[in-house]
């Protein structure tokens, strides 16, 4: 069975710098997808950005990009410029190929400080 | 509306008592999924809808839970004899497409999910 792995259960980082959040996940499977999802209060999942596994090249969105290691099963989201509205849970979560179940990790708080 | 929309936004309720959390789709969305997240947890999946017919029901923890969706659009999960255990926030997503199809761009957009308590 697959599984995800957020080791840091909260982060902080100063307006306007950049942080990292750490994703780690197993299976035997070779196709799939990965993805990031914000959580603000609302309760609403957003979705921030998408990996395909059969592609080599890291996802970007704006400010928001990955670092997408297949072998090591490692998928990080770097947030550029943080803003205060970057403020939320962030939740990893893959996808199977030929399903369409989401698996997510247990999530990180980030919190932006001015 | 625009988004997904679920009702209610609360609901408390006694254990032993039947619960029922609405879900409306976007509109022409043909897939719809709940989801379970307990505090302090991600979500976790409990079934999949492709139009009517529920695709995958390998979530639902056990059988006081159920859920339907006879006309391909509002869907509903029943929750029988509500134990303490249930409390959680139960989330609803739909996309366009099954996003287990090849390829498929499969995007979830979520509602704001039913917060559950069960005293």
Same mark, same amino acid.
């Given at each position: 069975a697959q599984t995800v792995t957020q080791s840091q259960p909260e982060m902080s980082v100063q307006e306007a710098e950049t942080v990292t959040l750490s994703c780690t996940y197993d299976t035997s499977e070779s196709d799939y997808y990965l993805f990031w999802y914000k959580q603000p209060p #609302?309760?609403?999942?957003?979705?921030?950005?998408?990996?395909?596994?059969?592609?080599?090249?890291?996802?970007t969105e704006n400010r928001f990009s990955v670092n997408f290691q297949k072998a090591a099963k490692s998928f990080s989201l770097k947030i550029s410029d943080s803003q205060l509205g970057d403020a939320a849970m962030y939740f990893c979560a893959y996808r199977s190929h030929n399903t369409d179940k989401l698996i997510f990790g247990t999530g990180t708080r980030l919190q932006v400080f001015p | 509306g625009a988004g997904v929309s679920q009702t209610p936004s609360n609901k408390v309720t006694e254990k032993g008592k039947y619960v029922e959390l609405r879900c409306d789709p976007i509109s022409g969305h043909t897939a719809l999924y709940w989801y379970r997240q307990s505090l302090g947890q991600g979500p976790e999946f409990l079934i999949y809808f492709q139009g009517t017919g529920a695709a995958d029901d390998s979530g639902l923890p056990n059988d006081r839970f159920f859920a339907v969706r006879p006309e391909g659009s509002v869907?509903?999960?029943?929750?029988?004899?509500?134990?303490?255990?249930? #409390? @959680?926030?139960?989330?609803?997503? !739909?996309?366009?497409? !099954?996003?287990? @199809?090849?390829?498929?761009?499969?995007?979830?957009?979520?509602?704001?999910? !039913?917060r559950l308590t069960v005293l």
């Open positions: #609302s309760r609403q999942m957003i979705l921030v950005i998408r990996q395909e596994a059969y592609k080599q090249q890291n996802a | 869907s509903t999960l029943k929750i029988q004899r509500t134990e303490r255990g249930d #409390s @959680a926030v139960y989330l609803c997503a !739909s996309s366009l497409e !099954s996003g287990g @199809a090849p390829r498929g761009t499969g995007e979830l957009f979520f509602g704001e999910g !039913s």
